[in-house]
């Protein structure tokens, strides 16, 4: 397993930005596919983005594409997510998360199919 620490989270007045960093060690980062999924209280963890181990493929859920921006350096071990635009409804914990999926677009939108979890980071939007 990849051990994960996520940052850069806060409280943020709606349209602002952050940028969530997400620090990885203890496995070959560059051999995984890295995602960052959010939960709100009373709601279950939800897919925001995700990001396949070369970089080369990325995708959103509807309710973040073309605000928020995931990338990564393989250099520096980290995944980032660039958030603008922020809205209240995206108040949430944002976890990072590791793992090994493949090809399918579809393995990337469960929380299931990561093996590697950071502790979260809070993101606190105000209208």
């Known amino acids: 397993q990849v051990h994960l620490v996520e940052s850069g989270g806060g409280l943020v007045q709606a349209g602002g930005s952050l940028r969530l960093s997400c620090a990885a060690s203890g496995r070959t980062f560059s051999n995984y596919d890295m995602g960052w999924f959010r939960q709100a209280p009373g709601k279950e963890r939800e897919f925001v983005a995700a990001?396949?181990?070369?970089?080369?493929?990325?995708y959103y859920a509807d309710s973040v594409k073309g605000r928020f921006t995931i990338s990564r350096d393989n250099a520096k071990n980290t995944v980032y997510l660039q958030m603008n635009s922020l809205k209240p409804e995206d108040t949430a914990v944002y976890y990072c998360a590791a793992g090994r999926l493949g090809y399918l677009r579809e393995r990337y939108y469960s929380p299931l199919n990561y093996d590697s979890w950071g502790q979260g980071t809070q993101v606190t939007v105000s209208s």
């Open positions: 990001i396949t181990w070369s970089g080369g493929g990325t």
